[in-house]
C-alpha cells in the first residue's frame, strides 16, 4: 500500500516492496531504495545506501504520525498520510482558517501577563499574552483585527508546548 | 583548612566546582529549588538541601534559605558559581558574620566593582584607561547635551547598576539625545531599582577582550591573560576563545599589566575578570570588573594549564599562589563554545523540554561540561544554557577544526538547540580568519540563517526514516498474524522486482 509522506511542502508518494530485518526495499517518488536501515538508538536511525552512512533524528510530534526529522543539513516537519488522515483531513477543511483564530504557545513556560480580556476587540500588532521561559520573555501579538472569544489560561498558570491559549474570532 | 563547600548554584557551573572539589578530597554539598529535584548537581554532591520553590527569587536567590543549608550541613565555605549570588555584597557580607567563607572577594570590591559609575572614578584614580565620558551621574537633560558636546557622537547612555546589556541606549543623532535618556533612566529604574545613567563614548567596530586575574590574600596578583570575547549575540557572548586574533605580545602585557593595576586598585582577592574594550587601532579602555568566575573560565584553563576552581578555593584558605607572572605561559589554542536550548529558526525563542536522546562528542583535545543526561527535563525556570563545549589544538586552525568536529558529533533530541548555528559560525571567513568585532553576528546574519542544502536524497533519507519508524509502531500495535511466513518474502521481493521491470 503507498502512502502520503508530506515533508514541509513536499508531498512524496512512499510504497514499502519488501523488508527483511534490517533490509528494506521502498519506493520513493518512483525512485528505488534498497537499503540498510536499523534504528541504533532510541530516536536515531542508522541508514546504509550505496556504501553511504546516514544518521537521522527522529522527534515524534503530537501524534503517532507526525515527526520532527533531523539530517545532518536541516530540520524538517514529516506528516505520515495514511487513510485515517486523509478522512480526518477531508473532513476539516479550514483548518487554516482555524488556526489563525487560536493562539497556542509553540515552548512549555508560565504565563505573565494577559493584557487582554474576553469578549475585547484587539487590533492586529497588539499584545493578547506574555509567556516567560528561560529568563526571556516572549510576547504573542494579534495578526489581524479580532475578537477575543476565550482565554483558557491564566497570568501565572504554566502551559505545555502546543498548548491552545486562547481563543479568538 | 575548608573541608566541605556548599555550592549556591545549579546547572554546568554546580557540577563544574563540585568536580574541583572531589579531586582536592572536600565533600561538595548542592542546593536544589522543587525544580531541580533530578538535577545533575544535585546527584553529583555528597549532599543536597532543598531550599524552596521553582522561581530563583524563591531559592537560589534566597540568602537565608541557603545560609540555614549551611549551617544543617557544616560547610566551612560557599562557592556562589557565576549568576545567582555571586556578586551580591549582601550575601558575601552575611556569610563573613556567620563564620562561614565566601569563596570570592571582600564584599568591599564587589561593591566597588557592582556599580558602573563608583568603578569608573576608581580605575580613573587608579591610572587604568576608561572610557571617555562622565565620572558622575547625570541628572537632567542640559548636562547630557553638554557632555555630548564634549565628547562628541555617537554616544552609549549606561545604567550604573548595569550589567548584561540592559539599560544601555546608543546615540547616534543629536535628537534622539533627549528621548534616549529618558527610556535609560526608566529602564534601569525597571530593571535595577536605581535610575542612576552615565554617558559615554560609543566605540565603533569594538572589541570584547578580557583578562583573567587570580589575586591572593597576601598580595599577590597575576593575570592569566586574555580571552576573547567579541562573538556576541544581543550582548551576551556566544563564542570565545583564547589567545585573541587581535592581539600581539606587547599589546598583551600591557593590558594584562593594566588588569593586575585595576585589581589592586580595590584589594582584590580570588579570581575575577577585568573586561576591556578595544578599538580596531588597538586602543584599550577598561569597561567593567566581574567579580566571580565567568562561564568563559575553561579556555582560560586549558590553554594556561590552570584549575581556577581549585586557585579559588586555596586563595580561600589564604595559601599563596603556586606561581607567579614569569612562570605563566598560553600553550595552543582553545574556543569554547555555548549550547543553548534555543531556536535559532525562531528568533532564538528558549525551548526547554524533556531531553530524548543525547550523544555527547569525546576525544583528543575536547572537554565538554554539561548538565543534562537523557530523560532529564529542562526546567523552564532558569537559564537556557545547556553544555559549554571546549576544543583545544596546537594552532587556531586545528582548534577550530576539532570543534567543527565536535559539534558535528553533538546530537540532542527533545528540545532545539544553536548546535546548527554554532556549526554556521566556524564556517564564516570572517570568523576562519580572525578578523570580527561584536558586529560579527548583525554583519553576517544571511550566512549564519541561511539553510544547508538538503537535496532528494537527503530529503529522501529523512522520509525513509520517518516512514519506518512508522511502520514498526503500526506493527507492534498489529502483529502479524502469520509469523511463519518469512521464508517466502524473497520469492515475493523477486517476483514485486520483475514486475517492476516491466
Given amino acids: 500500500m503507498a502512502y502520503e509522506v508530506n515533508l514541509e511542502h513536499r508531498s ?73 488522515s486523509k478522512y480526518i ?33 484587539v487590533t ?46 | 583548612m575548608i573541608k566541605k563547600v556548599l555550592v549556591a548554584n545549579r546547572g554546568e557551573i554546580a557540577v563544574r566546582v563540585m568536580r574541583s572539589c572531589r579531586e582536592m578530597g572536600i565533600r561538595s ?49 560557599v562557592h556562589p558559581g557565576y549568576g545567582f549570588l555571586s556578586e551580591n555584597a549582601a550575601f558575601a557580607t552575611r556569610c563573613q558574620d556567620e563564620g562561614i567563607i565566601f569563596v570570592g572577594p571582600d564584599p568591599y570590591a ?58 544601555m541606549r546608543l546615540v547616534k543623532h543629536i535628537d534622539e539625545l533627549g528621548s534616549s535618556f529618558r527610556r535609560a533612566k526608566s529602564e534601569a529604574m525597571n530593571a535595577f531599582g536605581n535610575d542612576a545613567v552615565y554617558i559615554e563614548k560609543y566605540i565603533e567596530s569594538p572589541h570584547h577582550i578580557e583578562f583573567q586575574i587570580l589575586a591572593d590574600s597576601l598580595g599577590n596578583v597575576v593575570h592569566l591573560f586574555e580571552r576573547e570575547c567579541s562573538i556576541q549575540r544581543r550582548h551576551q557572548k556566544v563564542i570565545e576563545e583564547t589567545p585573541s586574533p587581535l592581539m600581539n605580545p606587547e599589546l598583551r602585557r600591557e593590558m594584562g599589566e593594566t588588569a593586575v593595576q585595576a585589581a589592586r586598585a580595590v584589594n582584590y582577592k580570588g579570581a575575577g575578570t577585568i573586561e576591556f574594550i578595544v578599538s580596531d587601532d588597538l586602543k584599550y579602555y577598561f569597561l567593567e570588573m566581574n567579580t566571580r568566575l565567568q562561564v568563559e573560565h575553561p579556555v582560560t584553563e586549558r590553554v594556561v594549564g590552570v584549575d581556577l576552581v581549585k586557585e ?61 543526561y537523557e530523560g532529564y527535563e529542562i526546567p523552564i525556570h532558569y537559564d537556557p544554557m545547556i553544555t559549554k563545549l571546549i576544543s583545544w589544538g596546537e594552532t587556531r586552525t586545528e582548534a577550530i577544526a576539532r570543534m567543527k568536529r565536535a559539534l558535528y558529533e553533538y546530537k540532542i533530541t527533545g528540545v532545539k538547540t544553536n548546535i546548527k548555528f554554532l556549526e554556521k559560525i566556524m564556517d564564516t571567513n570572517d570568523f576562519k580568519d580572525g578578523k570580527y568585532n561584536t558586529h560579527f553576528i548583525e554583519k553576517n546574519e544571511a550566512a549564519l540563517h541561511a539553510s544547508r542544502l538538503c537535496g532528494t536524497e537527503c530529503e529522501d533519507m529523512a522520509i525513509m526514516a520517518a516512514f519506518v519508524d512508522f511502520l514498526t509502531k503500526m506493527e507492534r500495535i498489529q502483529p502479524p498474524r502469520y509469523t511463519d511466513e518469512l521464508g517466502s518474502n524473497w520469492k515475493d521481493f523477486g517476483r514485486k522486482r520483475n514486475v517492476l521491470r516491466l
Avoid: W
Fill in chain 2, 312 to 372: 579559588q578555593i586555596n586563595i580561600a584558605n589564604g595559601n599563596p599562589l603556586p606561581f607567579r607572572q614569569e612562570d605563566l605561559r598560553q600553550s595552543g589554542h582553545s574556543v569554547q563554545c555555548r549550547i543553548y536550548a534555543e531556536d535559532p529558526d525562531n528568533n532564538f525563542m528558549p525551548n526547554p523540554g524533556l531531553i530524548s536522546h543525547i550523544t555527547e562528542p569525546h576525544g583528543l583535545g575536547l572537554r565538554c561540561d554539561g548538565y543534562v
Fill in chain 1, 124 to 169: 492586529a500588532g497588539q499584545t493578547l499574552i506574555v509567556v516567560e521561559a528561560m529568563k526571556m520573555q516572549s510576547e504573542f501579538k494579534a495578526s489581524h483585527d479580532k475578537k477575543v472569544l476565550e482565554i483558557l489560561v491564566k497570568e501565572g498558570d504554566t502551559v505545555n508546548a502546543h498548548q491552545l491559549m486562547m481563543k479568538l474570532e
Fill in chain 2, 29 to 77: 554539598v548542592a542546593v536544589f529549588s522543587d525544580a531541580d529535584r533530578n538535577s545533575m548537581h544535585v546527584r553529583y554532591a555528597d549532599e543536597a538541601y532543598n531550599i524552596g520553590p521553582a522561581p530563583s527569587r524563591e531559592s537560589y536567590l534566597n540568602i537565608e534559605a541557603i545560609i540555614q543549608a549551611a549551617k544543617i550541613s557544616g560547610a566551612d565555605a
Fill in chain 2, 110 to 167: 564587589i561593591t566597588t566593582m557592582g556599580d558602573k559609575i563608583i568603578a569608573r572614578q576608581t580605575m580613573i584614580a587608579a591610572g587604568v584607561p576608561v572610557v571617555p565620558g562622565t565620572t558622575e551621574k547625570i541628572n537632567d537633560e542640559q548636562k547630557a547635551l553638554e557632555i555630548v558636546n564634549e565628547i562628541g557622537l555617537p554616544v552609549m547612555i549606561k545604567a550604573s547598576a548595569g550589567g548584561g546589556g540592559k539599560g
Fill in chain 1, 12 to 84: 512524496a508518494k512512499v510504497e514499502l516492496l519488501n523488508r527483511v530485518g534490517n533490509k528494506v526495499l521502498l519506493d520513493i517518488d518512483g525512485h528505488k531504495y534498497d537499503v540498510d536501515i536499523a534504528m541504533v538508538e532510541k530516536g536515531v536511525y542508522s541508514i546504509l545506501y550505496n556504501g553511504h552512512s546516514y544518521n537521522v533524528e527522529l522527534i515524534e510530534g503530537d501524534s503517532s504520525k507526525k515527526y520532527i526529522v533531523n539530517t545532518f543539513a536541516k530540520t524538517f516537519n514529516v506528516e505520515i498520510v495514511d487513510a485515517e
Fill in chain 1, 89 to 121: 483531513s477531508s473532513r476539516s477543511q479550514g483548518m487554516a482558517a482555524e488556526e489563525e483564530n487560536q493562539v497556542v504557545s509553540p515552548m512549555p513556560g508560565k504565563v505573565v501577563k494577559i493584557p487582554v480580556k474576553a469578549g475585547e476587540e
